[in-house]
């Protein structure tokens, strides 16, 4: 048996123990890549958080493959909890975590070989080029284990240790914090430097979650089995590849914006775009702290049979999602002048041109919280079909074309409405299909 009474506790209760920790800890790892870009705005200045944001599509791929696995063990071990087979909830952990190994393996050696290769494929200048070398070959090694602390944090809230789950954020982020101060400013690394601190906390975080299954756990232990591998990370593949694709998306998104506002206002263009990216993972992991929280009781009574207590959980995390969305939107909007103070001059001409556009961008933050609500609710009911298309649809069918189409018609705001309005069109979409189902039931 789990921490926490999934099958018979209170909803809201359950769904608060999971929330809060969950919320807390997700903000901590954000900041990790917020605390970077603070540090080296201040520290080198706009070119040095452009050539963050550069490499920054590539993190979020491999966070996205962590995610995937993590979102698709969870989901497939929750459903065998309640079905009182705690060793295949066991084997499918143990089997994720082999099988990322071997793929994050393979993609860090081929950025080994084609580091440059890669910067410029993503977009780099050549005024930009040393940085995001630079930051690239120092943050490698973090991604290593980023994918390794990305499943640990889903499975270990599944156990029933949130609060464990929260640690694991929360010193990493402690220790980035720490470690981006000094590399940065006593030791004058730039980029260089707050690519280290990264992947020293990230290190750290992924050792918690190794001790965490080896000496703390309630039911999911590593346990090896070549049984039933290819079929069960399969599964895991398939429930969670909108999780997978929620990151592509956003590495998406960071790659067409660069282009888009380089094209329109060359780094500079960059440099603002970057703290909009900034802010976006804090955005998401509030959201994603919802969706997280939720997913636990919903698979688990998904695979108990209790419709009645799935829709509960459901209801009570589009509210919340609401909550959290519209507190990111005003949060945003009010504080445009001093969120860009925190990373560089607002006088020069990247801050600016920030200044005006977060107001506009932070819109986003309401409809997206919804999104990823629905999302992780198919994804928990194992509809991972559903969830990949309008995980496809806001982050790529939707968004790529809205960047490229609003600017042009609505010249200096439309460059900034390209992501609300990906996130706005998302969830008619999703309404619609819902409320179809609904009507139809």
């Given at each position: ?64 493959l ?9 989901v ?157 990370t ?17 590495s ?52 108990a ?17 609401a ?53 992780g ?18 982050g ?24 609300p ?21």
């Open positions: 048996m789990t921490g926490l009474d999934y099958a018979g506790g209170k909803i809201s209760r359950i769904f608060s123990k999971m929330f809060f920790p969950t919320l807390l800890g997700l903000i901590f790892n954000a900041l990790i890549t917020i605390i970077d870009g603070i540090f080296v705005g201040q520290g080198v200045g706009p070119d040095g958080i452009a050539a963050v944001n550069i490499i920054a599509p590539l993190y979020m791929v491999v966070t996205g962590g995610l995937m696995f993590g979102m698709g063990s969870s497939i071990a929750g459903i065998a909890i309640a079905q009182g087979d705690s060793r295949m909830a066991s084997v499918n952990t143990t089997q994720a975590c082999v099988l990322s190994a071997v793929l994050i393996t393979v993609l860090i050696a081929i950025l080994l070989v084609f580091k440059e290769e890669t910067a410029r494929l993503l977009g780099s200048s050549d005024a930009l080029l040393e940085g995001a070398m630079d930051y690239l070959t120092w943050i490698i090694p973090g991604m290593f284990f980023l994918i390794f602390e990305c499943i640990g944090m889903m499975v270990i809230r599944l156990d029933g240790s949130p609060k464990f789950a929260m640690y694991c954020n929360i010193i990493p982020a402690v220790i980035n914090i720490a470690l981006d101060y000094y590399l940065v400013f006593p030791c004058g690394m730039g980029v260089k430097g707050a690519a280290i601190a990264t992947s020293v906390s990230i290190m750290i975080g992924s050792v918690m979650v190794f001790a965490y299954f080896t000496r703390f756990s309630y039911v999911i232990k590593f346990i090896w089995s070549k049984t039933g591998f290819f079929s069960n399969l599964r895991q593949i398939q429930i969670g590849s909108s999780a997978f694709i929620t990151e592509i998306a956003m998406v998104m960071m790659l067409t914006g660069n282009y888009v506002f380089m094209k329109y206002y060359g780094d500079s263009g960059v440099a603002a775009f970057s703290i909009a990216c900034y802010l976006f993972p804090l955005m998401f992991m509030m959201s994603n702290a919802v969706a997280q929280s939720a997913q636990p009781i919903i698979s688990y009574n998904y695979g049979g209790a419709s009645a207590r799935v829709a509960a959980a459901f209801r009570l995390s589009l509210k919340v999602a909550a959290c969305g519209i507190i990111s939107c005003l949060s945003i909007a009010l504080g445009a002048n001093a969120i860009v103070s925190l990373f560089i001059s607002p006088d020069c001409e990247a801050g600016r041109l920030a200044i005006y556009g977060l107001p506009k961008y932070s819109v986003c933050a309401v409809f997206f919280a919804v999104n990823i609500s629905f999302i609710y198919y994804q928990s009911i194992e509809k991972a079909l559903k969830a990949m298309i309008f995980t496809l649809m806001r790529i069918i939707v968004l790529v074309p809205m960047f490229y189409i609003l600017p042009a018609v609505f010249p200096g705001r439309g460059v900034w409405a390209a992501i309005a990906s996130e706005i069109i998302t969830l008619a979409a999703i309404s619609l299909n819902y409320a179809y189902l609904k009507y139809r039931e």
